[in-house]
């Protein structure tokens, strides 16, 4: 997660939100189900809910449905919980480095 910090500087160009929905692989797109193609279209996020959520220990439709439920309730308040909790775990999971 600590080789992540150089997509900082894709959020400083605008390519990337500094939270937003987990981007996926081509390959994963097309697996998408036709209520989920919204998110295709969102700016993806360097961190994000599902991301702080166990994304890579998650089912891929529970990752969507975790982007989805931030892409309708996104909020400065909901951001910081997100960027909060992805500090707590890149400073105190040791298996986040």
Known sequence: RLDEFPQLI??????LSLVGPRPHEPEEVIFYPA???????EKAGVTGLSQVSGASSLP??????????YIKNQSLK???????KTIMIIF??????
Do not use: M, T
Request: charged share 30%.
């Open 10 to 15: 894709n959020v400083l160009k605008g390519e």
């Open 35 to 41: 209520n989920f193609k919204h998110l295709l279209v």
């Open 60 to 69: 891929f439709l529970k990752e969507l449905e975790l982007d989805n439920y």
């Open 92 to 97: 105190f999971d040791p298996s986040a480095v």
């Open 78 to 84: 909901l951001d910081i919980k997100i960027i909060a």
